[in-house]
């Protein structure tokens, strides 16, 4: 396909599911299949143009990130840091490696997602930026092809100024944002995302100043990894929660980022569920970030 070529947001379909756009925002109930949507240079701006037009009747936005293990750890307890020194070591990690997977998943309040005809969807963004012949990062940490990222994956500042055109993140100071954002243990998932917001593509110096930055792009927010340090009987990481709620993945596997940045989702809603009984309830808990 060329880059020339103008498509509508309904030719991503396979030619058998091409449908009115009207259908496409139809929300698609949770016994539906999803499909995994998978972005790269040469459909970021058709995929945008279906966010942007399904955001607002799903402005819920779950998102994963996906990168290579940390290669600066501290040498005591995490828990014995100041924040901080938490945010030093955030930032050393997150400028010196490189984002190379973001999962989105967009839903409304009773956990419908936008889709076509017989499936519903949720995106997965593969960046360029990572060279394995010049960063440092744990070769032991994916198991993804980086010569395919880094021929045909998406520039993180390319990204960044879509996420703003869209609505997910606020643009300007008189702008709003469209999107509640949401997430699991979020540090470093936020601390890629302003990186690639930012023109050096570095982090801000202070803890306070990254904290801002954060609250400016993205609004309110909910770091699942925090709300549920307020709910009995829940514990551990992504997948044991996911177990403990009995709550299966519907689509791929483990650190794949559209079907973690799922599950966060399913996750989340189970929790409301359970836990709270109004999202007043669950309030105190928002614009936390678990880690910091």
Known sequence: MTTSQQLHPVDLLHPQEQQPLATFL??????????????????????????????????????DTEFPRCTLLPQKPHYLLSAEERYAFLKANVERSKLTQLGL??????????????????????????????????????????RMLFLKGIDPGRFAACCHSAGLVRHCPCCSTTADWIAFGSVYDFGYLVKASSLDQLLPETLNEFLLQVAYLFGNFMDVKNLMSHCDGLSGGLEKVARTLAITREVGGAHEAGSDSLL?????????????????????YGNVIWGL
């Open 26 to 63: 139809r929300p698609q109930r949770q016994q539906r299949p999803v499909r995994v949507r998978r972005v790269w240079a040469s459909n970021l701006d058709l995929e945008f143009s279906i966010i942007a037009q399904v955001l607002p009747r799903f402005p819920m936005v779950s998102f």
């Open 264 to 284: 966060t989702t399913r996750v989340f809603l189970e929790m409301k569920k359970l836990f709270f009984t109004t999202e007043v309830d669950m309030a105190p």
């Open 105 to 146: 998943t967009l839903f409304d309040a009773d956990g419908n997602l936008p889709g076509g005809v017989g499936e519903a969807f949720i995106w997965e963004f593969n960046f360029c930026d990572f060279d394995v012949c010049r960063d440092k990062f744990d070769y032991n940490s994916d198991g993804i092809d980086f």
